[in-house]
């Protein structure tokens, strides 16, 4: 059974970097057709997929944040990271990691079967 847990600051202050962790437990980082996204759901809004990164290290981003988000791994660490510059406000949601394994990367939070808790971050100064 995979899970996984992220951290991070809660508190961001605008036009700063936000960089959020989240490590892999149950199965490796690795293995062959997972898939390791990070999906957020800001205040009365639906879950917004962000990006994903690969079992091969493949990374694929949803086009509207694609020039302000990183996401990468750590293997030895069994770990992925997330990373957003200039965060504005609007960027305020809890953010989630997920994973899905399957051939094709799935942009729909409802196609992830792991979830974490989820971390709240706050964009505000």
């Known amino acids: 059974q995979v899970q996984l847990q992220e951290s991070g600051p809660g508190l961001v202050k605008p036009a700063q970097t936000l960089s959020l962790t989240c490590t892999v437990s149950g199965d490796s980082i690795t293995t062959n057709y997972y898939w390791w996204s990070w999906i957020r759901q800001p205040p009365g809004k639906g879950p917004q997929w962000m990006g994903a990164i690969a079992y091969d290290g493949t990374t694929y981003f949803s086009p509207s944040l694609k020039s302000r988000t990183t996401i990468s791994r750590d293997n030895a660490k069994n770990t992925a990271y997330l990373q957003m510059n200039s965060l504005k406000p609007e960027d305020t949601a809890v953010y989630y990691c997920?994973?899905?394994?399957?051939?094709?990367?799935?942009?729909?939070?409802?196609?992830?079967?792991?979830w974490g808790q989820g971390t709240q971050v706050t964009v505000s100064s």
């Open positions: 997920a994973a899905d394994r399957s051939t094709l990367v799935h942009k729909i939070a409802a196609a992830y079967d792991y």
